[in-house]
C-alpha cells in the first residue's frame, strides 16, 4: 500500500510539473507582461515607464524562461518561470496581480463553494442511487417507464434553467428562501437550500439514469439469481447485492470529483451570489490575473490527483479483489 | 418547520439580518470588485463609489448646482492661484498663457477635520504608536481586520496631502495619473526617478518616507496650508484637486501598512483605505459585501441649501442645512447576474437599480410622446425613475493614418462624411440601446460647456434642418459624396475594386454579431463590404497603438466637465500613435490645435463657447469620428428613497441619500408574504409517489404469491 502510494506520489511531480508548464506557456503565449499590466493599470493616461515600473514591482520584469544576462545556472534560476514554479510547489501562492493574498482567498472562499457542493453531493449521490434503484425494482412497469422518460426530459434541460425556474418559483413568487445572498455560519442554510435543490434537480436526470443502466446490468447477473432463488426478497438482492456490486463503477465517477468539490460551481454560485471559488478563475482570467489562474489550475490538478488515489483506495474497499500491486 | 414558519410573521427570502428591519441602512449591488481602493491607483466608478464616501480631496462638485461647480470641501475657500512668469514675478490673471511660466495653487484646509478611527494612529500610554512598529505578538494574534483592539484618530493637516502627490510618483503605487501629471506638476518627474532609484536600493517593496525628500511642486507651508506649483497655465488642475488622486493620506498610515505581515493579511491602503469623509469602510470582502459606516469622527458638513431653479419645487431643499450624512451604513452586496439583482429590487431588497436591456420592458412604459416611465407595476410600487444623460461618449473612429479613410484630402474627407451619413445612431440607439442615449452631433456631450441643443447644435454634415427639427442627411447625399470620394457604388472609380474596410472592435458574448451585422448593414448602404476584426482587449489596444486601424469602436467617460477633456481627444500632440496620447484616431489639423490651445486657458464664458464652436465645426468637416450616441442611464429608486438628483460628475453623493426605514420595513413585509400551498402540493406529489410505489410493491407480491 504504502509503495503504491509512493508510486503515484512520484507520478504525481512530473504531471505536475508540466501542467505549471502548460499553463504558463499557454498563459503568456496569449497575455505578455505588459499586457497584464495595461490590463492593471487601465486605458487612461497610461505611460510606458509605468508599465516598466508595473512589471518591477509585481515580479514579471523578468525573462519567461531563459535569462541570457546571467550565467551559468542563474540564466535558467533567475527567470519568471523558476521563480514563480519554485514558489507555488512550495505551496507559497503569493499575491494576486491586484495585491491580495491568494492564500487568504482561497481559505475565505473554500467554505462557502463547500457549503453547496458537499450537501449537493452527498444528496445527488443519495437521490440519484435510491431512484435508480427504485426504477430498477419496477422496471418494465408503467413506473419505470414514466420514470425513464422523466429522467430523459429532465436531463435534456439546460442547467441554467433549473437556476433561473428555481430563483422565479421558489424565490421570486413563492417567496420561500432568498434569490441570492450568503452568510457565513449556520444562517447560512437559509441561502443554501435552494441551491442545493436546484442542483440536485438539475443532476437528477443524468444520475438516475447512469446510475439505472448500472443495476439494470447486474440484476442480470448469475449472483443475482441465485440470490433470488434462496428466497431473498428484492429489497434485500437490490441493496446488500446489486448496490454493493455496482458501486465499482459508481465510484470510478463520483470518488474522483470530492476532492474538485473545493473548486466550487461557476454557474450557480454565480447565480445566488455564494462567495465561493467557483467564479475565482474565471474573474482572474478577465483581469488577466497569471497569480491566480496558475494558483487555480495548480490546486486543480492537485486535488484531481488526490481524487484518482482516493478512487483507488475505494476500489479495494468496494471489491476485496483489487489489490494494490 | 415550515408549518411553524407558516404562522410566524417572518419575511422567509429577506437576504438581511433581522437584526436590520428597520435601520436606516442603504442597500445597493455592485457587478464587480473594484480593483483598486488606494487614492493614487483607483480609477475606476466601481472603485470610486466606494473611494469617493471615505476620502476628502480639498474640492468636490456642488451636489445641485448646474453647470457642475468645484466648491472647497475641506478647504476654508477656493484654493488661490497665482501665475508667475519667467523671472518669479507675479502675472495678472487674463495674462498671456504663453508668458505664465507657473500657476502657484495655494490651499488652505479647515482646522478640526479629524480621520475615522484607525489602528494606525492608536498610541498606548506613553503617546507612542500602538502598532508601530508592529510587534510579533500582536501579528500572531492579528490576522484579520476586527482583531485590532485599539484604534485612534488625529487632525487632517496639510502634509497628508502633500504625501499623497508625492505618492504619485512612487514606482511602488503605480499611479495611473503620474504621466499625465509629471508633465504639470513641478518636480514630479524627477521625483519619480529619484525614487525608483531609492527603491532599487531599498528592496522595490519597502517603505519609503516620502516626508524626508522634498517635492518643488508640492510643499507645506504650515500645518494647514500647503502650495502646488505647476508648469505654465493649467486651469482644469482644479478639476483633478476634486479626485481621489488629491486625497489625503496619512503618512503613518501609510508606514503602518507597509509593516511585515500586513500585505499577507491584506492590510493596505488598496483594500482599507483611511479618510476623514462622511463614511469609514467597515467590511471589505469584494467577492460577497462592501459595508460602509458612517464615520463617527466626520466633521459636520451640511445639507446644500440653493441649487437650481425648480430644486425646490422638487423637494430636493427640503433638507437645507441638516447635516451629513443621512444614512449609518451602506451595504454594497455582490450581484453578478442580472435577474437576481433585478427580481430583489422588486421584491425591496435593494434601494436603487440600473436596468438591463433584459428588464427593460417590465421596467418602462414609454408614453405618447416616447418619454420613459416606470411601468405601471413600478409605479404601483412607488417606484420612480431618473434619466441623466451621462458625461461620455461612444463612437467609432477613423485611423487618421490610413491611407483609405485617414487623410486630410477632399475626397478623404469626403468618405468619411458619406459612412457618417449612412451609419445610423437613432436606429442603433433604438435597437440595441433600447432608447437609452441621444444621437452625437460633435464629441461633446450635454451638461458640458459647448453643448448646444436642437438645430444649433446640429452637425451640418450629417443632419439638416426640416421643419424646425433636425434630420439626418439621405443616402443619396452619402452616394454623392462616396462619388466626389472617388467610390461611386462603392466601388473604386480607379481600378474598379470594391470598398472594403476593417471594422476593428471588442464585442463578445451572443451579442456580438448582431452588433457587427448591424455596422455592416449600414456600410453596405454605401455598397461598402465590412470586415469586422474582433478581438482582446489587448490585441485591440496594441492595434489602436500602432495604428493599424481603419475603423475602431471606443469611447470615452469624462474625467472633469469641461470641453477639454473631450477636445483634447483631438488634439494633434495626443496624437495615439507618435505619443501614445488619447488622440487614438491620430487627428491633427493644426487650426484646430490652434484653437484648442487658446480654449483649454479660458474659463466658460461667450470666448470660449465661440472657440469651441469653430472646434466643433472643423471637426465635423473632417469628420474624424463617427460621432455615435452620448448614454442616458435609466436610474430607479424605490419609494422610501427621497427625492434625488443624479449627479453624474460628483460621486460621493450617497451622503445626501435619505430613505425612510419604516415604510422600507412594511412595504417588503407586504411585498414578501410567503406563498406556501406549492409545498403542500409537492409533499402531495411525494406521498402519491409513495403510495404508488408500495401499491406496484403490494401487487407484485401478491402475483409472486399466486
Redesign the interface.
Known amino acids: 500500500m504504502m509503495t503504491y502510494l509512493l508510486r503515484r506520489l512520484a507520478y504525481a511531480v512530473p504531471i505536475l510539473l508540466g501542467v505549471n508548464l502548460l499553463t504558463f506557456s499557454l498563459f503568456f503565449m ?3 507582461p505588459d ?1 497584464m499590466a ?13 508599465i516598466e ?2 512589471k ?2 509585481h515580479g514579471y520584469a523578468q525573462p519567461l524562461f531563459y535569462n541570457a544576462r546571467e550565467p551559468g545556472w542563474r540564466a535558467w534560476r533567475d527567470t519568471l518561470f523558476f521563480n514563480q514554479s519554485v514558489h507555488m510547489f512550495a505551496l507559497d501562492f503569493g ?1 494576486s496581480d ?4 491568494i492564500g ?2 482561497l481559505r ?2 473554500a467554505g ?1 463553494s463547500l457549503s453547496i457542493a458537499l450537501p449537493t453531493f452527498v444528496l445527488g449521490l443519495w437521490v440519484n442511487i435510491g431512484l435508480a434503484l ?1 426504477l430498477v425494482w ?1 422496471r418494465a ?1 408503467w ?1 419505470d417507464r414514466f420514470g425513464v422518460t422523466a429522467t430523459v426530459v429532465l436531463m435534456s434541460v439546460s442547467s441554467l434553467f433549473y437556476i ?1 425556474a428555481g ?3 421558489v ?13 457565513p455560519g449556520a ?1 447560512s442554510w437559509h ?1 443554501v437550500l435552494l441551491p442545493i435543490v436546484v442542483s440536485v434537480m438539475a443532476g437528477v436526470g443524468n444520475g438516475t439514469r447512469w446510475y439505472r443502466s448500472i443495476f439494470l446490468e447486474e440484476i442480470g447477473k448469475d449472483y443475482v439469481r441465485t440470490a433470488r432463488a434462496k428466497g431473498l426478497n ?1 429489497s434485500h438482492v437490490l441493496f446488500r447485492h446489486v448496490l454493493q456490486n455496482g458501486l465499482i463503477p459508481i465510484l470510478t465517477g463520483a470518488v474522483a470529483v470530492l476532492p474538485l468539490l473545493f473548486m466550487g460551481s461557476l454557474l450557480t454560485e ?4 455564494i ?1 465561493g471559488l467557483g ?2 478563475v474565471i ?1 482572474a482570467i478577465q ?2 490575473d497569471f497569480a491566480v489562474v496558475r494558483a487555480m489550475v495548480f490546486i486543480g490538478s492537485v486535488l484531481y490527483l488526490i481524487g484518482l488515489w482516493l478512487t483507488d483506495l475505494a476500489y479495494s474497499w468496494a471489491d476485496p479483489r483489487v489489490r494494490f500491486s | 418547520m415550515m408549518l411553524l414558519a407558516g404562522c410566524t410573521q417572518r ?5 438581511y ?1 433581522t437584526s436590520e428591519r428597520v435601520s436606516n441602512i442603504l442597500y445597493l449591488s455592485f457587478l464587480e ?1 473594484p ?2 481602493l488606494d487614492p493614487a491607483r483607483a ?2 466608478a466601481d472603485a470610486y463609489a466606494l473611494t469617493a464616501q471615505i476620502l476628502q480631496p480639498p474640492l468636490q462638485y456642488h451636489y445641485l448646482k448646474r453647470p457642475y461647480t468645484l466648491i472647497p470641501q475641506t478647504l476654508t475657500a477656493m484654493p488661490t492661484l497665482t501665475y508667475l512668469d519667467a523671472a518669479g514675478k507675479s502675472l495678472p490673471a487674463t495674462a498671456n498663457p504663453d508668458q505664465v511660466v507657473e500657476s502657484v495653487y495655494e490651499l488652505h484646509i479647515r482646522p478640526g477635520i479629524y480621520y475615522q478611527p484607525h489602528p494606525a494612529f492608536a498610541r498606548d500610554a506613553g503617546g507612542h504608536p500602538y502598532y508601530l512598529p508592529w510587534r510579533a505578538k500582536d501579528r500572531s494574534q492579528i490576522h484579520q481586520w476586527q482583531d485590532f483592539k485599539h484604534f485612534g484618530t488625529r487632525e487632517l493637516t496639510a502634509e497628508d496631502y502633500v504625501y499623497e502627490i508625492k505618492r504619485l510618483a512612487s ?2 503605487v ?7 501629471m509629471s508633465g504639470y506638476i513641478v518636480g514630479l518627474k524627477a521625483y ?1 526617478s529619484m525614487l ?1 532609484h531609492m527603491a532599487n536600493k531599498a528592496g ?2 519597502d517603505y519609503l518616507d516620502l516626508r524626508r525628500y522634498d517635492l518643488p511642486g508640492a510643499q507645506v507651508l504650515d500645518r494647514y496650508t500647503y502650495r502646488i506649483r505647476l508648469h505654465g497655465k493649467y486651469p482644469q488642475f482644479l478639476y483633478w484637486l476634486a479626485m481621489p488622486f488629491f486625497a489625503p493620506v496619512p503618512p503613518e498610515v501609510d508606514a503602518f501598512y507597509h509593516q511585515t505581515g500586513m ?4 492590510f ?1 491602503l ?2 482599507h483605505p483611511v479618510g476623514t469623509g462622511p463614511y469609514q469602510l467597515t467590511l471589505m ?1 469584494p ?2 459585501r462592501m459595508v460602509l459606516e458612517r464615520n463617527p469622527n466626520f466633521h459636520g458638513e451640511r445639507y446644500p441649501s440653493e441649487g437650481e431653479p425648480g430644486d425646490a419645487a422638487a423637494g430636493l431643499l427640503r433638507d437645507a442645512g441638516k447635516p451629513l450624512p443621512f444614512v449609518d451604513k451602506v451595504v454594497f ?5 442580472v ?2 439583482n433585478w ?2 429590487f ?2 425591496g ?1 435593494y434601494d436603487f437599480s440600473a436596468i438591463s436591456s433584459d428588464t427593460f420592458a417590465q421596467a418602462i412604459t414609454p408614453d405618447a410622446q416616447g418619454k420613459p416611465h416606470p411601468s405601471p407595476v413600478l409605479q404601483a410600487h412607488g417606484i420612480t425613475l431618473e434619466t441623466p444623460t451621462m458625461p461620455a461618449v461612444g463612437y467609432v473612429g477613423f485611423n487618421m493614418l490610413d491611407s483609405v479613410v485617414g487623410g486630410y484630402s477632399e475626397r478623404a474627407r469626403a468618405l468619411r462624411q458619406a459612412i457618417s451619413i449612412a451609419v445610423n445612431y437613432e436606429e442603433f440607439i433604438s435597437i440595441f440601446m433600447n432608447g437609452r442615449g441621444i444621437a452625437a452631433q460633435g464629441p461633446i456631450p450635454p451638461g458640458i460647456e459647448g453643448y448646444q441643443a436642437g438645430v444649433s447644435g446640429m452637425n451640418p454634415v450629417v443632419y439638416h434642418q426640416v421643419n424646425g427639427h433636425i434630420e439626418r442627411r439621405s443616402l443619396a447625399d452619402a452616394r454623392h459624396l462616396m462619388v466626389e470620394a472617388g467610390y461611386p457604388g462603392g466601388r473604386s472609380a480607379r481600378t474598379g475594386a470594391p470598398l472594403v474596410l476593417y471594422y476593428d472592435n471588442t464585442y463578445t458574448g451572443p451579442e456580438a454579431k448582431a452588433y457587427v451585422d448591424w455596422m455592416a448593414k449600414q456600410l453596405a448602404k454605401l455598397n461598402i463590404q465590412m470586415i469586422s476584426r474582433s478581438s ?3 490585441r485591440f ?2 492595434k489602436i497603438r500602432r495604428g493599424n486601424t481603419q475603423l475602431f469602436v471606443a469611447g470615452w467617460d469624462a ?1 472633469y466637465p469641461d470641453p477639454e477633456n473631450f477636445l483634447f481627444l483631438f488634439y494633434g500632440p495626443n496624437s495615439k500613435v507618435s505619443s ?1 496620447g ?1 488622440n487614438d484616431a491620430n487627428y491633427r489639423n493644426p487650426q484646430y490645435d490652434a484653437l484648442f490651445n487658446q480654449m483649454k486657458y479660458l474659463d466658460n464664458g461667450p470666448e470660449r463657447e465661440k472657440l469651441i464652436t469653430q472646434m466643433l465645426a472643423i471637426l465635423q468637416q473632417d469628420a474624424p469620428w463617427l460621432f455615435g450616441y452620448f448614454p442616458r442611464q435609466y436610474v430607479l429608486s424605490q419609494a422610501w428613497v427621497s427625492p434625488w438628483k443624479p449627479n453624474m460628475i460628483a460621486n460621493n453623493t450617497l451622503k445626501y441619500v435619505q430613505i425612510d426605514p419604516g415604510l422600507r420595513a412594511r412595504d417588503r413585509a407586504a411585498w ?5 400551498w ?2 403542500g402540493v409537492l409533499g402531495g406529489v411525494v406521498l402519491a409517489l409513495v403510495a ?2 408500495s401499491f ?1 410493491r403490494r401487487k ?1 407480491e401478491r402475483s409472486l404469491a399466486k
Open positions: 496569449v497575455n505578455t499586457d495595461r490590463m492593471h493599470l487601465g486605458v487612461k493616461h497610461v505611460t510606458q515607464p509605468a515600473a508595473w518591477v514591482q499575491e491586484d495585491g491580495r493574498n487568504e482567498a475565505a472562499r462557502p427504485m419496477a412497469s413506473l433561473i430563483q422565479y418559483w424565490a421570486h413568487l413563492w417567496r420561500l428562501v432568498p434569490i441570492s445572498g450568503f452568510v444562517d441561502f428484492e454565480s447565480f445566488f451570489g462567495p467564479s475565482y474573474d483581469a488577466q | 419575511v422567509w427570502n429577506d437576504p439580518p470588485r480593483k483598486h480609477y475606476s514606482p511602488q503605480n499611479s495611473p495619473i503620474f504621466g499625465l519619480g525608483a522595490p517593496n500585505a499577507e493579511r491584506n493596505s488598496d483594500w470582502d467577492n460577497w452586496s455582490l450581484e453578478k447576474e435577474i437576481p427580481n430583489k422588486l421584491q431588497y482582446d482587449f489587448n489596444q496594441d474625467d501614445g488619447e414578501n408574504r410567503p406563498v406556501w406549492p409545498l404508488s410505489v406496484t407484485r
